[in-house]
């Protein structure tokens, strides 16, 4: 058994009168890929902080290579080795990628100024250590996500680390990407370095953890082997409940809802045909240059098509803006909820009725009685976890936030909701909640169509799925044709 580098025993952490982690134990050892999951609001950031030291616990022992540390500060942590990469990934954009990469030695060593020969030497060194290519003098924004993440662990590696902690890496790669992260990852640990990745989505924490800790509500459920687990040993007790997969299979029906002929807009995707019954969840999906977000942002019109026809409902309509969208009662989830989707610090209240407000305007006057009671049906119809409607929506996790995105535009009664990657983002447990809302509002006569890259969530939820390839449609397949494998190579085959 490799040897033991960190070892927490017992942690408590209160938060004033909240319970933040409650008598959690973890050992993480050299040489390893530990995966940390939990939902969000289990008690993972908290973790992580009072490992770097930026939280003291309330309550515990914390040992480093044996030694009890009474004390921890994130300094004395990065003395003992301890790097944490967080998702801003805390980089300099207007600096070079060498620059980026020495900083922390300059600092620590007290040079005045910067030996740029010497950053770039230590930074051509980093980046031969995991396998990295970048030009050392390039400027940082000017990088993709994944080269920045690269800096980002180039910069702990000089930094002598001997535990890397990694929140969320995943979130913002293409799957070529994630495999090139893994890639490093084993290098590292293969260099006896401990790798410890916050994570709670279920593909990946089975393709690259070793062992694996479950937390929940701020307790500890389970550490063991990742083989030690199947795929409902670990969603049980990741959330606390039962959740089976199922695959979507609507009632049949004649009944078109939309039908889209021929759309293009240049330099985006051309000659794009497809069409929506009644009960249909329509997928498109694609790599990321493929054309699949610029429909959606089309069809809701933000960037409107220049040729071919919409209809809705037998009609035939224009979208030549958003105003006209939401008239026809077209309703849009975009991508990035955070700053296209909400109003993160007004309250769930404002939030819900943003996109409906007129409909509550009595002679002039809104009419605050209706608007909470219309916020607090929402939250119940939708499975919102919410202490009342008068809270910031800054405060929700993002499952929940994204449940009042899709609230927003359910207040305004669509006949069509598209939604961009509705579960970005979110744990398993809000995913489980959001397909079921998709399904149900399906069975309801709404038109539903889901823009994502994720195959799994695409062949469980939708009985039609369109591919779509350098601005073309591939093909449109059903689910029950193709699996992740199929599906993956339409999307990439030359």
């Known amino acids: 058994m490799a040897e033991t580098f960190l070892e927490l025993k017992d942690i408590h952490k209160s938060f004033g009168g909240v319970q933040a982690l409650k008598g959690v134990d973890l050992t993480i050892r050299c040489g390893e890929i530990h995966c940390l999951a939990g939902e969000n609001g289990s008690g993972k950031s908290t973790l992580i902080k009072v490992i770097s030291g930026a939280h003291e616990p309330t309550k515990g022992e914390i040992y480093i290579e044996g030694e009890r540390i009474l004390h921890l500060n994130p ?82 590696i000089i930094n002598d680390a001997k535990l890397l902690i990694l929140d969320e890496p995943t979130a913002a790669l293409t799957s070529k990407e994630v495999q090139k992260l893994y890639a490093i990852l084993r290098r590292l640990r293969d260099k006896g370095i401990a790798v410890m990745i916050v994570n709670h989505k279920l593909d990946e924490v089975f393709e690259i953890a070793e062992r694996l800790t479950i937390l929940r509500n701020g307790e500890k459920i389970s550490t063991g082997m990742i083989d030690e687990y199947d795929r409902n040993r670990f969603v049980k007790e990741l959330t606390g409940r039962n ?92 991508e990035d909820r955070l700053t296209q989707g909400l109003f993160l610090d007004r309250s769930i209240q404002d939030n819900t009725i943003a996109a409906s407000i007129s409909k509550y305007f009595i002679r002039g006057k809104l009419d605050e009685q209706a608007m909470y009671r219309a916020t607090v049906e929402w939250i119940k119809r939708i499975g919102c976890v919410a202490p009342s409607p008068e809270v910031s929506v800054r405060t929700l996790s993002g499952g929940n936030a994204q449940k009042i995105v899709i609230a927003k535009w359910l207040n305004t009664d669509p006949a069509l909701l598209i939604l961009n990657g509705p579960t970005v983002g979110v744990d398993i447990g809000a995913k489980y909640d959001i397909h079921q809302i998709l399904r149900r509002l399906a069975g309801e006569g709404i038109g539903v169509i889901v823009i994502s890259d994720d195959l799994p969530e695409l062949i469980q939820n939708c009985n039609h799925i369109m591919v779509m390839k350098n601005g073309r449609v591939s093909e449109i397949v059903e689910p029950s044709e193709v699996n992740e494998t199929e599906l993956a190579t339409m999307m990439s085959s030359q």
């Open 75 to 156: 300094i004395i942590a990065i003395e003992h080795g301890i790097q944490v990469i967080y998702q801003d990934f805390a980089i300099f954009p207007n600096l070079t990628v060498a620059e980026n990469i020495a900083i922390n030695r300059a600092v620590s060593t007290g040079a005045k100024l910067m030996n740029w020969k010497g950053a770039k030497e230590l930074a051509l060194e980093a980046m031969e250590q995991i396998g990295a290519k970048m030009d050392p003098d390039v400027l940082v924004e000017n990088l993709s996500v994944a080269n920045r993440q690269m800096v980002a662990i180039c910069r702990t």
């Open 243 to 334: 959740i089976s997969e199922s695959f979507y299979e609507p009632k049949v029906s004649e009944e078109e809802i939309f039908r889209a002929e021929n759309i293009s807009r240049k330099g985006a995707f051309e000659d794009v045909s497809f069409s929506l019954k009644r009960g249909d969840v329509f997928g498109i999906t694609g790599l990321l240059d493929s054309g699949r977000g610029q429909i959606g942002d089309a069809l809701f019109g933000i960037n409107p098509i220049q040729s071919g026809k919409i209809f809705l409902q037998g009609k035939q309509i224009e979208i030549n803006s958003t105003e006209d969208a939401v008239r026809h009662k077209i309703a849009y989830v975009p």
